[in-house]
C-alpha cells in the first residue's frame, strides 16, 4: 500500500497487516498486573485494509477492535478487523471497491450483481466498543451497529431485536446510567434532518425514543447525560451526501448560525430547552451533572469543525481545550469557561459518575502546543475540585490514547482506580498502560507491552467480566 498521500495514515495512525494473538508467556509486563481486574480493556480505531482513494480522519478505515483481556493477574492480547459487509465485499475482490465518507463512490453493478454490498456509504464499525446488556457491539454513527462475541469474532450487524429500521444510524456516543443501567443512545437517519433520543434498559431492550425536530441534519457526535437531562449540541456543522457523491468537499461550516444547545427531558416528555451561544464544535464531552437547578457540562471545545479546511488530506489544526459550561434553565444563559490551557481530546471520567458530582476528567493531552492532533504524548487528569491538570508524559514524541477507566471492584473512590489507554513510544514499542488514577506522579503501575504496533485509534472500554 502507498499511503503517503494520507497525513493520518503515517507513523503510527498506519494499519497493521496483521490479526494477531499473544498470550501471558508473549507479552512483557513491566510493573504488576493488578490481580483483582476481571474483564477486558477493548478500544477500537480505523485500520484499513486496503489502499483507500480518499481519507477522511477520524471517519473512515476499516474498524478494528484490539483487547487485553485480564483474568486475576493473566493477560492476553488479540486484535480483530469486525467484518463488515463492505469489508467482506473487498476481500473477495482484494481491493477497495467503496468511496470514503468525503468522497463517495458509484458501488460498480458487477459487485452489486455478485451479491456485493450495494450501498456507497461504509459501515466502518471503527468508533468504539462497549459492552452492555451482554452484547459486545462495534459501532460507527452512520449505521447500525456490529455485535463481536467475546472472542471478537463478528456476528453481524445488530438492530436490538427490531428496534432500529432500516436507515436508522446509532452513534458511538452512548452513555450508560449508573443508577438504572440504561443506555442512553440516539438514532439519526440519512433521510430525516431530526434526531431521535433512543433508551434500552440494562439488558438491552428498547424502552423509550423521544423525537427533536431539527430544520437541518447536523453533525451531532457524542452527547451527555445528567440528572434529568440529555445535552446535545448542535453546531453549524453539516455534511451533504449529494455533495460527496459528486466529489465536492461535503463538510460545510457556517459560523453565523451560532451553536445551539439542546437539553431534552430523559422523561421523554417534558418541555425541551434551546440556548443558543457563540459557535464553536465539539466531538466529546467530558461529564455533565446538575447543581442549584444548572446544568454543568464538562466538554472539548474546538473553534469550528476540524476537517473544513482541507478536508480528506489536510492535518487538523484547530486548538482544542477543556471547557466547562454552565446552562440556566431559567434564564437560558450559557457560560462558557476554558477550564485549562492544555492541548487535549477524548475526554473521559470514572462511569460510575456518569451524570453525577465528579472530581476528574481524564484526556488524550500534550505538553507541547502542536496544534495538531498528532500531539497526544500525555495522559492528563483534569481536576475539577483544585482547578489543577496533571499530565504524565509518555515520551516526547510518543502517542498516548484515549485514557478509559478502570474501577477497582474493591474501592467506590475515583482515585482507586486506573487510567487505562494504548501508548506508542519510539524506540519503546507499543504497551497498555495503566495509570492509578489518584497517583500520576507514579507513572503507570504497569506496561503490558505488546509485540507489533497497536495503531493510534479511537474509543474504548473497560467490559467488566467479559472473558475468553
Ligand atoms: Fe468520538
Not at 24 to 39: F, K, S, T, Y
Not at 57 to 63: C, F, S
Not at 251 to 278: H, M, N, Y
Not at 410 to 419: K, P, T
Amino acid at each position: 500500500m502507498d499511503l503517503s498521500a494520507f497525513p493520518y495514515l503515517q507513523g503510527n495512525y498506519a494499519p497493521v497487516e496483521e490479526e494477531r494473538d499473544f498470550g501471558d508467556d508473549e507479552l512483557v509486563i513491566e510493573g504488576e498486573v493488578p490481580r483483582q481486574l476481571v474483564g477486558a480493556y477493548m478500544r477500537d480505531g480505523a485500520n484499513t485494509a486496503y489502499q483507500p482513494n480518499h481519507y477522511v480522519y477520524p471517519l473512515d478505515g476499516d474498524g478494528m477492535i484490539h483487547a487485553v483481556y485480564f483474568n486475576q493477574g493473566k493477560v492476553r492480547y488479540r486484535n480483530r478487523w469486525v467484518q463488515t459487509s463492505h469489508l467482506l465485499t473487498e476481500r473477495k475482490y482484494g481491493r477497495t471497491i467503496y468511496g470514503s465518507v468525503g468522497k463517495l463512490l458509484e458501488v460498480p453493478q458487477e459487485v452489486i450483481d455478485a451479491g456485493g454490498e450495494p450501498s456507497p456509504i461504509r459501515n466502518t464499525a471503527n468508533t468504539n466498543v462497549l459492552y452492555h446488556g451482554g452484547k459486545l457491539l462495534a459501532m460507527w454513527e452512520g449505521g447500525f451497529p456490529h455485535l463481536l462475541n467475546n472472542d471478537l469474532s463478528t456476528v453481524g450487524l445488530y438492530d436490538y431485536d427490531g428496534a432500529l429500521q432500516p436507515g436508522d444510524a446509532l452513534t458511538a456516543h452512548p452513555k450508560i446510567c449508573p443508577d438504572s443501567g440504561d443506555l442512553i443512545s440516539c438514532t439519526q437517519r440519512w433521510d430525516s434532518p431530526d434526531y431521535f433520543l433512543q433508551v434500552f434498559d440494562k439488558n438491552g431492550k428498547h424502552k423509550q425514543t423521544t423525537r427533536v425536530e431539527f430544520q437541518r441534519k447536523g453533525i451531532i457526535h457524542d452527547l451527555q447525560i445528567t440528572e434529568n437531562y440529555v445535552v446535545i449540541f448542535y453546531a453549524p456543522a453539516f455534511h451533504s451526501v449529494e455533495k460527496a457523491m459528486k466529489g465536492e468537499d461535503p463538510f460545510e461550516w457556517q459560523p453565523e448560525l451560532g451553536t445551539k444547545i439542546i437539553a431534552i427531558p430523559r422523561d421523554g416528555v417534558s418541555e425541551q430547552l434551546v440556548f443558543e451561544t457563540d459557535p464553536f464544535f465539539s466531538w466529546h464531552y467530558c461529564n455533565g451533572f446538575e447543581e442549584g437547578g444548572k446544568i454543568v457540562i464538562d466538554y472539548i471545545w474546538i473553534s469550528s469543525i476540524p476537517f473544513t479546511q482541507a478536508q480528506g488530506t489536510g492535518v487538523e489544526k484547530q486548538p482544542r481545550r477543556m471547557y466547562r459550561m454552565t446552562l440556566d434553565p431559567k434564564t437560558k444563559q450559557v457560560t462558557n469557561e476554558q477550564f485549562s490551557d492544555v492541548f487535549c481530546e477524548f475526554s473521559r471520567v470514572d462511569e460510575r459518575l456518569m451524570g453525577k458530582q465528579y472530581r476528574y476528567g481524564f484526556a488524550a493531552s500534550s505538553n507541547r502546543d502542536w496544534g495538531d492532533a498528532h500531539g497526544y504524548n500525555c495522559t492528563g487528569r483534569y481536576d475539577f475540585e483544585t482547578g489543577e491538570t496533571k499530565l504524565w508524559e509518555f515520551g516526547e514524541e510518543a502517542n498516548a490514547g484515549e485514557p478509559a477507566y478502570v474501577p477497582n471492584p474493591d474501592s467506590d473512590r475515583e482515585e482507586d482506580g486506573w487510567v487505562t489507554n494504548f501508548v506508542y513510544n519510539p524506540g519503546e514499542g507499543a504497551f497498555l498502560s495503566l495509570l492509578r488514577a489518584g497517583d500520576f506522579d507514579a507513572g503507570p503501575v504497569c506496561k503490558i507491552r505488546i509485540p507489533g504496533r497497536v495503531p493510534n485509534g479511537f474509543h474504548g472500554n473497560w467490559c467488566q467480566d467479559l472473558v475468553l
